[in-house]
C-alpha cells in the first residue's frame, strides 16, 4: 500500500499480513507512518496505490462505515466521542437499534469484557479511561473480526495496562483479531505474536516480538540503538523559584478540571516532574502557571516566581521576571502555523532587542531566528519557512530553543516530546538537563512515565486536580505512581 | 471515471497567486456582469464604456472619483486593522453617520461662526463621534462578551433612526420647506478645496496620509503584529500574553474613528449640510474595498480607486446606458465574492486526482 | 381594538419572517457553519416571490419559488465556504450583500407596488374570544411556521439525524472518522437554511406587508442571526425569541392603537436596541454557551 499527502510519502509499498486469532503489532516511533496505514485499513483514506485483501477477497474501503460492514472496528488515540452526548447517543452513532436496547448492550458487554461504563453518562463527565471503555465497547458492538488500537495504553495508568491486556486476550481466544499500534517495545514483546515494524513509511521487519531483544527491535524501528537513558546527578538545589501553596481553583468551563489544595515547589538547579493521565487538570495548571488565566489582584500570592506573588500578572509579565514556557500544542498556541519562524520568534523573545521603539526590527529577528535553528539542529530551510511545514520534532526544537534563548531562571515544559521523533525527543531531554545544571529552575508536565523517570529529581501525580506529595524517581516504583495516578493513594501535597 | 477536483493545502503560500488573485477576480466579476447586463437587455459594451472608461475620459469625471476614493480609502483603512485581527466591525456605515452629526453640531448649533478653525474642529468632533459610536459594541464585546458583528450592524440600524430624528425635528432647516435636511453650512465649515475647479478636497489627503499610517502600524509595528498574532492564531496571543481586550478597543475605535472622520468630511465637503443621503453604503462598500485589498494598506489604495471607479461608472451607466443604480451593488458583491474565491488559491492548489486507484480491478 | 389585543391579534404574523429564518440558521449552525448572508437571501426571497405573486401566480408557487431562490444563493455560500474554504464570515457578508444587490435590481421596476396578502384563517371557537381571539386567527403560513418549529425541535430531540448533526458541529474531525459525510451534510443544512429564510423573505413581502421596497427587510435578518444566540441555539427558545420580537416590532402600531405618544423613530430602534440588550445578557453567561454552543461553530474544517 502507498500513499502520500503532498509531498509528503507517509506509506511506502507496505505490505502486511494479519492472521486470525492473533494480536499483531505495528512498531513504529512518531512521524514512521502508522496512523496513515490504519487510516487506510479503516476505511478513512483511499491509498494512492496497492490492494487490500480481507479474508482472501480483495476490496474496496471507501469509508470507515464500509470497513465496518466488513468487520474492521477501530479504537482511536485520541477518541472519536462527542462530549456532549451520552453513551447510549455516541454509539447510536455507529450502531442501529434503540435506545433502549443499546443500553443494554452496553450493560453486558461491559461486564463480559471488564469495560463498565454507565450508558446514560454524558461523556464530558466521563475520565478517560472509561472514556476507551466507551471506544472499545462501540467497537465491539459492531461485531468484528479485526479491532484496531491506536496506542491504547498512552492514557492509562501502569496498572489498567494489565486489564486491557486481559481484555486484548479473551477478544482473541473468541475469533477477533487484533492490530496494535504502539512504539513501546516492552508492552509489544508482551501481548504480542506478530510485530511489523515500520520505519520513515517503509517496513523493515516483520517478526516475532517475542524471540527478538528490545535492541534489534529497536535497530528495525529507529534504524540505530536507542539512545542510552540520561543521567542527571544528584546536585544541591538553590533557591524556591516557583512556588503554589494550597492553590484552589475553580473553573467556569464546565468541561474543565478543578483544582485543589496543589501545592509545588521548584528549586533552582531541579527538575520537577508532574505526571498524570490526560484529563485530569494539566491543562488547567499549566495555564494558571503561564497566566494564560489571571487571578485577581488580591489573590497575586496564589502563585509565586522568584519570591513575586505573579498570580495576577500575565504571560508576558511573567517573562519579564524571568520565566518562560513551551505548551503542549505547538501549532496555534507555541506558534502561529501561518507566520515564518523569524515572525514566531517574536512571540515571546520580542524583549531581546528585537524591537525598536515599538517597530519590528527585521534584520535583528532574522538572526535571533537563524542562531536558534543552528544552535537547536532546527531541520529546516531557513527563518522565513513557515511554521506549519515543520515536522513536529523540528517545531518542537524551535519552540524549545526560542525559550531557551530568553535565558529563563524558570522554564516550564508540557509534554516535551509528545509526537516527536526519537532523536529530537532525545536532545529536547539533553537540553533540559543541561539547563537544570546550569542552575534553571524546570517544571515538566507530562504523560510519557518512563520521560519523567529519566530526568526528574522529584515527581509529583496529578489526579482529578489534586496533587500527590513529593515521590523520589530514584526509590519511588511506577506502580506506586499508577496508584496515585487513579486515585488509590490520596495523601495530599505538602505546603513547603 | 470523472473525479471533482479537490483543494490540497500548499506548503507555503504562493506570492504568485496572492497578486494575481485580485486581477483574475476582477476579470471574472466583469465577464458575468457583463453577461448580466446582456440577460438584462442592456448593451454590454455601452456599460463598459460608461462604467470603466467614462470616468477617465474627462478631467471632471476622474476627479469625481477622486472624491468618491477619500472616504472609501479612510472608512476601509480603519476597518482592515480590524479584520485582520478578526475583529468584524461591520457598523462603519453606522458610525459615518455619527461623524457626520458629531461635525454638523458646530455649524447647526453656530451658524453665524467664522474662522479658520471651524472645518478642522468639525472633523475632529466627528471622528470623535464615529469613535464613541464604536466604544459600544467594544464594550459589550469585551465585558459582556457579545459578538460585535451583530452588535455593530444593530448600532448602525439605530444610526440611521437618530439621523431621522434630528433631521425631522430638532435641526430640521426652518427655511428648508419642511425637507429633512438641515441648514446649508457656512463658508469655513467647507474643508478648502484641494484640486481648483474640482469638488475634491482635503480630506483625500487626509485619506492617503491614514493609508501611510495604516502601513507603519500593519507591517511595521510590534502593536500590528500584535493584532495579526491574534486574527491568526488568538491562543498563541493568549500564550504570549497579547492583550485581546486592547485589540477589541482599538480595533473598534480605530475603524470608528476612520469612519467618523470620513462622515465630517463628508458634510464639511461635497454636500455642505446634513441629509439623509450621506449615508450611500459607504460604511458596506468600505468592507468590501477592505478584503478586496487584500486587508493590506496599499493595496486597499488600489481597491478603493476601483470601488469608487464604480460608483461613479454606475452613475454613468445609468444615464447613458439606462442600467439601473442597483447594478452597482451587485457589481461589488460579486467582485468580493470572486475575490474571495480567487485568494483559495495563495494557500490551496487543485488536485484533479488520477481516476480510481486501489483494489477494485 | 387596543393596544394589548393589537400586539396578541398581529404578534404571531410578525414573529413569522424571524421564525423561519431563525429556524433555519439554526440547523446551520447546529452543523458548524455559520451564515451570515441572511439579510440579502431573505431579500432575494421577498423579491421572487413579490413579483410571482404580482404577475398571478398564486402565493404557493410564490413560496417554492422563494425557497429555490433562496437555497440557490446559499448554495453558492456553501460552495464558496466548504469547497473554497473561504473564511466563513468575509464570504457571508459577501452573499448578503450580492443577494440584497440582486434583489435591487430585480425589483427595480416593483418598488412600492403592491399586491394583497393571504386571508387569515379562523379557528372555530377560539377566534371569537375576546381579548384572545385575534392569536387564533391567523393565516396558513403562521400555522405552518409553527409546525416547523414542533418538527425541527422533534428532529433534534428524537432522530438519528439531529444526533448526527450535532455531532458534525461539536467535532467534525470525529464525525469525519467514524464516518459521516461532514461536509454533505453541511451543505444540506446550507440548502434548508437557505430555503428558509428564502421564504421568510417571501412572508414578509407578499403576507405580511404586502409590498415590495428595496430595504424592506430592514435588519431582521440580522436579527434573526441574534436570535439563534438568544435561543442558546434551541428550538423552544428561538421560538420565544422570535415571539418576543414579533410583539417588539409591533410596538409603534400598538401605541398608535392606545394612543400613546412615542416618538417614533426611538419606536423604530426599538428591536435593534432589544436586540444589543438581549445578546449582551446572553453573550455574559460563558457557562451556558460553552454547555449549549457548538464547539465547530465558523471554523474551517480541514480533513
Known amino acids: 500500500m502507498t500513499k502520500s499527502y503532498g509531498q509528503v510519502r507517509a506509506n511506502r509499498a507496505i505490505d502486511l499480513d494479519v492472521a486470525p486469532n492473533s494480536i499483531h503489532a505495528i512498531l513504529g516511533e512518531n512521524g514512521a507512518g502508522k496512523s496513515t496505514l490504519m487510516k487506510l485499513i479503516y476505511g478513512v483514506e483511499e491509498p494512492d496505490e496497492g490492494q487490500v485483501l480481507w479474508q482472501g477477497q480483495p476490496v474496496r474501503l471507501t469509508s470507515p462505515a464500509e470497513a465496518r460492514r466488513h468487520g474492521i472496528g477501530m479504537v482511536f488515540q485520541h477518541f472519536s466521542l462527542f462530549e456532549t452526548l451520552t453513551v447510549v447517543e455516541n454509539i447510536s452513532l455507529i450502531v442501529p437499534g434503540a435506545k433502549a436496547e443499546l443500553a443494554r448492550r452496553i450493560r453486558a458487554l461491559g461486564q463480559d469484557f471488564g469495560l463498565e461504563v454507565d450508558p446514560l453518562a454524558h461523556v464530558y463527565a466521563l475520565s478517560v479511561g472509561e472514556r476507551q471503555r466507551v471506544e472499545i465497547i462501540r467497537c465491539l458492538m459492531t461485531e468484528p473480526k479485526l479491532l484496531i488500537l491506536d496506542e491504547p495504553t498512552s492514557v492509562l495508568p501502569p496498572q489498567s495496562v494489565g486489564l486491557l491486556f486481559d481484555t486484548l486476550r479473551r477478544l482473541r481466544d473468541t475469533g477477533v483479531s487484533i492490530l496494535f499500534i504502539s512504539h513501546k517495545l516492552d508492552e509489544i514483546q508482551s501481548i504480542c505474536d506478530r510485530a511489523t515494524v515500520l520505519r520513515a513509511g517503509q517496513v523493515t521487519g516483520n517478526v516475532d516480538p517475542r524471540e527478538h531483544d528490545a535492541h534489534e527491535l529497536a535497530r528495525m524501528m529507529i534504524g540505530r540503538d536507542m539512545p542510552p537513558p540520561l543521567h542527571a546527578e544528584a546536585r544541591p538545589v538553590g533557591e524556591k523559584r516557583l512556588e503554589l501553596a494550597g492553590l484552589d481553583h475553580v473553573e467556569d468551563d464546565p468541561f474543565a478540571v478543578s483544582l485543589q489544595g496543589v501545592s509545588l515547589t521548584v528549586h533552582s538547579g531541579e527538575i520537577l516532574g508532574i505526571a498524570g493521565i490526560s484529563g485530569n487538570g494539566q491543562a488547567e495548571l499549566a495555564r494558571l502557571i503561564s497566566g494564560e488565566t489571571r487571578l485577581s489582584d488580591g489573590e497575586r500570592d496564589e502563585v509565586r516566581m522568584m519570591e513575586q506573588g505573579v498570580a495576577h500578572l500575565g504571560p508576558a509579565e511573567r517573562r519579564a521576571l524571568g520565566f518562560a514556557f513551551v505548551p503542549e500544542d505547538r501549532l496555534g498556541r507555541g506558534a502561529v502555523p501561518e507566520m515564518s519562524l523569524a515572525d514566531n520568534s517574536l512571540l515571546t523573545a520580542h524583549p531581546l532587542g528585537l524591537l525598536r521603539h515599538g517597530f519590528i526590527d527585521r534584520a535583528k529577528e532574522a538572526a535571533f531566528t537563524a542562531a536558534c535553528i543552528k544552535d537547536f539542529d532546527v531541520r529546516t530551510p531557513g527563518p522565513e519557512a513557515e511554521a506549519g511545514a515543520l515536522s513536529g520534532g523540528n517545531l518542537q526544537k524551535f519552540i524549545v530553543g526560542r525559550e531557551i534563548l530568553l535565558k529563563p531562571k524558570l522554564l516550564f515544559v508540557a509534554q516535551p516530546t509528545w509526537g516527536v521523533d526519537i532523536g529530537a525527543a532525545t536532545a529536547i531531554r539533553q537540553r533540559l538537563i543541561a539547563m537544570r545544571n546550569d542552575g534553571v529552575a524546570v517544571l515538566v508536565i507530562s504523560e510519557e512515565l518512563e520521560e519523567l523517570f529519566e530526568i526528574c529529581d522529584r515527581i509529583q501525580v496529578l489526579h482529578k486536580g489534586r496533587l500527590s506529595p513529593s515521590l523520589d524517581p530514584a526509590t519511588t516504583r511506577p506502580e506506586e505512581i499508577g496508584r496515585y495516578m487513579i486515585g488509590a493513594e490520596t495523601r495530599p501535597s505538602e505546603v513547603a | ?361 | ?303
Open chain 2, 1 to 361: 471515471m470523472l473525479r471533482l477536483p479537490r483543494f490540497i493545502r500548499r506548503d507555503r503560500a504562493s506570492t504568485r497567486m496572492a497578486v494575481l488573485a485580485p486581477l483574475v477576480a476582477v476579470a471574472a466579476a466583469v465577464a458575468v456582469n457583463l453577461i448580466l447586463y446582456l440577460v438584462m437587455g442592456k448593451s454590454p459594451a455601452a456599460v463598459f464604456h460608461a462604467m470603466l472608461l467614462e470616468p477617465f475620459l474627462s478631467w471632471a469625471s476622474f476627479s469625481e472619483v477622486l472624491l468618491k476614493t477619500g472616504p472609501l480609502l479612510l472608512i476601509a483603512e480603519g476597518l482592515a486593522i480590524g479584520f485582520r485581527a478578526k475583529v468584524f466591525n461591520i457598523g462603519a456605515e453606522g458610525q459615518f453617520i455619527l461623524g457626520a452629526i458629531f461635525a454638523s453640531a458646530i455649524p447647526v448649533w453656530f451658524p453665524q461662526a467664522t474662522g479658520g478653525w471651524i472645518w478642522p474642529a468639525m472633523l475632529i468632533l466627528g471622528a470623535i463621534g464615529g469613535a464613541l459610536w464604536a466604544a459600544i459594541p467594544a464594550f459589550w464585546r469585551v465585558r459582556l462578551n457579545a459578538n460585535e458583528i451583530l452588535v455593530t450592524l444593530m448600532m448602525s440600524l439605530i444610526a440611521a433612526q437618530v439621523l431621522n430624528y434630528l433631521l425631522l425635528g430638532p435641526w430640521k432647516d426652518p427655511k428648508g420647506f419642511n425637507f429633512p435636511q438641515s441648514v446649508m453650512f457656512q463658508y469655513d465649515a467647507m474643508v478648502p478645496i484641494l484640486i481648483p475647479g474640482t469638488r475634491v478636497n482635503v480630506s483625500l489627503l487626509l485619506a492617503l496620509l491614514s493609508a501611510i499610517l495604516a502601513w507603519a502600524f500593519m507591517q511595521k509595528s510590534f502593536r500590528g503584529y500584535q493584532f495579526l498574532v491574534g486574527g491568526l492564531a488568538p491562543r498563541a496571543a493568549a500564550y504570549a500574553g497579547f492583550s485581546e481586550a486592547r485589540a477589541i478597543w482599538l480595533s473598534l475605535l480605530i475603524g470608528g474613528f476612520a469612519a467618523g472622520l470620513a462622515g465630517a468630511a463628508e458634510v464639511a465637503g461635497p454636500i455642505g449640510q446634513l441629509q439623509r443621503s450621506i449615508s450611500t453604503g459607504y460604511g458596506y462598500a468600505a468592507i468590501i474595498v477592505a478584503y478586496l485589498g487584500g486587508l493590506h494598506p496599499i493595496g486597499i489604495v488600489a481597491s478603493s480607486l476601483l470601488m469608487a471607479l464604480l460608483y461613479i461608472g454606475g452613475d454613468n451607466a445609468m444615464v447613458s446606458a439606462d442600467l439601473p443604480i442597483a447594478a452597482v451593488r451587485v457589481f461589488q458583491g460579486s467582485l468580493l465574492v470572486f475575490y474571495l474565491a480567487a485568494t483559495t488559491f495563495v494557500r490551496y492548489r487543485l488536485d484533479w486526482g488520477h481516476g480510481t486507484k486501489g483494489a477494485a480491478r
Open chain 3, 1 to 303: 381594538m387596543n393596544g394589548i389585543e393589537f400586539i396578541l391579534a398581529n404578534m404571531l404574523a410578525a414573529a413569522t419572517p424571524f421564525l423561519l429564518a431563525a429556524l433555519g440558521e439554526l440547523v446551520v449552525e447546529r452543523s458548524g457553519v455559520l451564515n451570515l448572508g441572511l439579510e440579502g437571501i431573505m431579500a432575494l426571497g421577498a423579491v421572487i416571490a413579490f413579483i410571482i405573486v404580482y404577475h398571478g401566480g398564486g402565493h404557493l408557487a410564490a413560496f417554492v419559488g422563494a425557497g429555490v431562490a433562496g437555497a440557490a444563493l446559499s448554495l453558492l455560500f456553501g460552495i464558496l465556504a466548504l469547497g473554497f474554504r473561504a473564511n466563513q464570515v468575509a464570504i457571508g457578508l459577501a452573499i448578503g450583500i450580492l443577494g440584497q444587490g440582486l434583489s435591487a435590481l430585480i425589483g427595480n421596476s416593483y418598488e412600492a407596488l403592491t399586491v394583497t396578502g393571504l386571508a387569515k384563517i379562523p379557528l372555530p371557537g377560539l377566534s371569537s374570544l375576546s381579548v384572545l381571539g385575534g392569536l387564533f386567527t391567523q393565516d396558513i403560513v403562521v400555522w405552518l411556521s409553527l409546525s416547523a418549529t414542533l418538527a425541527i425541535w422533534a428532529m433534534f430531540r428524537f432522530s438519528r439525524l439531529g444526533l448526527v448533526i450535532r455531532a458534525v458541529g461539536e467535532n467534525p474531525k470525529a464525525a469525519h472518522a467514524i464516518g459521516y459525510p461532514v461536509i454533505a451534510l453541511r451543505h444540506g443544512a446550507i440548502l434548508f437554511g437557505g430555503a428558509m429564510a428564502g421564504l421568510a423573505g417571501a412572508y414578509a413581502a407578499t403576507v405580511y406587508t404586502p409590498l415590495w421596497a428595496d430595504g424592506m427587510i430592514a435588519g431582521r435578518g440580522w436579527i434573526a442571526l441574534a436570535l439563534v444566540v438568544f435561543g442558546t441555539w434551541m428550538t423552544g427558545r428561538v421560538l420565544f425569541g422570535a415571539l418576543l420580537f414579533g410583539a417588539v416590532s409591533l410596538g409603534g402600531l400598538a401605541a398608535q392603537a392606545q394612543g400613546v405618544p412615542v416618538n417614533s423613530q426611538l419606536l423604530s430602534s426599538l428591536p435593534y436596541i432589544v436586540t444589543i440588550v438581549v445578546l449582551g445578557i446572553i453573550s455574559s453567561n460563558r457557562r451556558l454557551l460553552k454547555i449549549n454552543g457548538v464547539a465547530s461553530l465558523g471554523e474551517p474544517y480541514e480533513r
